[in-house]
């Protein structure tokens, strides 16, 4: 493996945001706006029908800034995150620039998946158009397919294109070995996420977990999980181990259910929800400002997707090479808290 990447820096950047004033904002004084939109940070200027407000530079909490390339070719490649940096957007930034610093031609490799913030492990890149289409077509043929019985499991993965596996440590002990979970995922409204909280929800849109006992543990009263996703649903492991009882430990946000802990919120109409990754700048802000304390900001009083302390790493990646139709299988290192007794032993005696 190759390793890349610079220290991050004392401060970031900063972020700028442009709002377009409505006519029902007529009459109200910056103040009034950005404290009723935002509830946080403060207006640099505004002039006409546009306002912008900065957030001053600020210090993130610490985060790994090594990079690991685990495979790599002229059209894909795999990047071991040891550490999802602080904010979702960054990361993208950070594997862009650190494998073009390291070497790569353009245009810059990109992401044809995402991870949540919390956790680490196999992330995919596209390094050229056609590569970043198919890939991207692997995925979504993955997600259309879960409609399908769950019994063709067998059937479904000789014919998927992009197989990804996870480890993951459930609170309480999984009685059965093996658990088909097809829940739905739906939104929620819900304080301090703009666009609305993923969630369990007979409404939503088809997902499929199938999670396989590795190893129980009734002194820590945990389960240590393999995790095999067919659909990408936003926090779906999350919500799926929580829907039967049994959510990540150290979780803040989901609990039994696979509901939010807090649970005063209200469904809304999903017709905005893409599948896979979206960014919608301002809900990204939303939940950025929101999410952190810094200079006297104060965090939101009830947990929000970007918040950590589980443990999910994804470990092991199945593809089919988008040009070369070759099968290549990767797995980025475990840690140790997700690893099973007799894999850390072997670790111990290498």
């Given amino acids: 493996m190759v390793s890349f990447g610079e220290p991050w820096p004392e401060f970031n ?18 103040i009034d ?3 009723r939109k935002y509830k946080s940070s403060a207006p640099l200027h505004g002039g006409g029908e546009e306002l912008v407000y900065h957030r001053l530079p600020w210090k993130e909490p610490d985060a790994p800034y090594l990079l690991e390339i685990l495979y790599e070719d002229n059209d894909v490649g795999l990047v071991w995150l040891v550490k999802i940096p602080t904010f979702v957007l960054e990361i993208y930034e950070t594997v862009h620039y650190n494998l073009t610093a390291s070497g790569y031609q353009e245009p810059h490799p990109v992401p044809v998946h995402r991870l949540g913030r919390g956790t680490s492990g196999v992330l995919l890149c596209a390094k050229t158009k056609i590569a ?4 991207a077509a692997f995925f979504a043929d993955g997600t259309s397919a879960v409609g399908v ?10 014919t998927r294109n992009i197989t990804k596996l996870y480890r993951a440590l459930a609170s309480g002990v999984i ?7 097809d829940q739905p995922i739906g939104l929620v409204k819900y304080p301090g996420v703009a666009k609305g909280l993923y969630v369990a929800s007979p409404s939503g849109k088809p997902a499929l977990s199938k999670v396989v006992v590795l190893e129980r543990n009734l002194l820590s009263n945990s389960t240590l999980v393999q995790v095999e996703i067919q659909s990408g649903r936003p926090h779906q492991i999350r919500i799926h181990l929580s829907f039967i009882g049994h959510p990540l430990v150290g979780d803040p946000l989901y609990s039994t259910g696979g509901q939010p802990k807090f649970s005063d919120h209200e469904s809304v109409d999903e017709s905005f929800a893409q599948d896979g990754f979206y960014f919608h700048e301002a809900a990204m802000c939303r939940i950025m400002i929101l999410s952190f304390g810094f200079r006297g900001y104060e965090r939101p009083e009830k947990p929000v997707p970007g918040d950590c302390g589980y443990h999910l790493h994804a470990h092991h990646v199945v593809f089919s090479h988008p040009l070369s139709n070759e099968i290549y299988e990767i797995s980025a290192p475990l840690p140790l808290i997700l690893q099973t007794v007799e894999e850390s032993k072997a670790k111990k005696v290498l």
């Fill in 13 to 30: 950047d900063g972020i700028y945001y442009r709002d377009l004033l409505r006519p029902s904002d007529a009459g109200a004084t910056l």
């Fill in 175 to 181: 009685i059965e070995d093996e658990v088909f979970i």
């Fill in 132 to 135: 970043k289409s198919r890939l």
């Fill in 149 to 158: 019985c769950r019994m063709n499991d067998t059937q479904q993965k000789a």
């Fill in 33 to 35: 706006f950005y404290s």
